[in-house]
Nanobody, 118 residues
Framework: QVQLVESGGGSVQAGGSLRLSCAAS????????MAWYRQAPGNQREFIASISSSGTTNYADSVKGRFTISRDNAKKPLYLQMNSLKPEDTAVYYC????????????WGQGTQVTVSS
């Protein structure tokens, strides 16, 4: 089992920055990769960025060049640095973890709200 707790959301004006954090507990050394997703009202949950246990990252085209996902090691939080925020980035942001053993998970946090005003 893995427990995920996000923090760092809030309200910001367009062009501003926020950094989201996701603290993982439980079977943290069994995590194969972690990711951020977001869901805006009326929309499906969408992939934002991911990072593998070896440090390989992937980004959605909509955030490439503006957002940076990072995680120093299994004991450290997962981060999402968000720069040049746009009103369309407004959503609830969720942390996700996948274990090496795919018989378990995926695991999700409770989400943190990000609101970007124009």
């Amino acid at each position: 089992q893995v427990q995920l707790v996000e923090s760092g959301g809030g309200s910001v004006q367009a062009g501003g920055s926020l950094r989201l954090s996701c603290a993982a507990s439980g079977m943290i050394f069994s995590i194969a990769h972690m990711a951020w997703y977001r869901q805006a009202p009326g929309n499906q949950r969408e992939f934002i960025a991911s990072i593998s246990s070896s440090g390989t990252t992937n980004y959605a085209d909509s955030v490439k060049g503006r957002f940076t996902i990072s995680r120093d090691n299994a004991k450290k939080p997962l981060y999402l640095q968000m720069n040049s925020l746009k009103p369309e980035d407004t959503a609830v942001y969720y942390c996700n973890a996948q274990l090496f053993n795919r018989n378990y998970g995926p695991y999700w946090g409770q989400g943190t709200q990000v609101t970007v005003s124009s």
